[in-house]
């Protein structure tokens, strides 16, 4: 069964940088694209980037493409989301989550979560002044 575990979270301040790290186990990682969304609090879960499974093609929430990088290691069946200049706003926590579909129309579908079928637990991240 696959599974997928985050880490990397905490307290920074406004500016500071944090990489968040996803592993999944249990399944073939190349068969996944791999994406990450977000729920602050009292807000609804949202897109903040995904990743093909070759790492070739990424997609981000438009707001964000000048901050965050996400990538991966499929030899170490690793996601990353390297998050910059971090401000208040970016307070959440921040959930893995990996899809069977392929890399085509843009990936606009990458952007759904129902269209992931595995999910990690969720880490937080707080971004304080």
């Known amino acids: 069964q696959v599974q997928l575990v985050e880490s990397g979270g905490g307290s920074v301040r406004t500016g500071d940088s944090l990489t968040l790290s996803c592993v999944l186990s249990?399944?073939?990682?190349?068969?996944?694209?791999m994406g990450w969304f977000r729920q602050g609090p009292g807000e609804e879960r949202e897109f903040v980037a995904a990743?093909?499974?070759?790492?070739?093609?990424?997609y981000y929430a438009e707001s964000l493409k000048d901050r965050f990088i996400i990538s991966r290691d499929n030899a170490k069946n690793t996601c990353f989301l390297q998050m910059n200049s971090l401000k208040q706003d970016d307070t959440a926590v921040y959930f893995c989550?990996?899809?069977?579909?392929?890399?085509?129309?843009?990936?606009?579908?990458?952007?759904?979560?129902?269209?992931?079928?595995?999910w990690g637990q969720g880490i937080q991240v707080t971004v304080s002044s």
């Open positions: 249990g399944g073939t990682f190349t068969t996944y694209a």
């Open positions: 989550a990996a899809t069977g579909l392929g890399d085509y129309d843009g990936g606009a579908h990458y952007r759904r979560s129902r269209n992931y079928d595995y």
């Open positions: 990743v093909a499974w070759s790492g070739r093609n990424q």
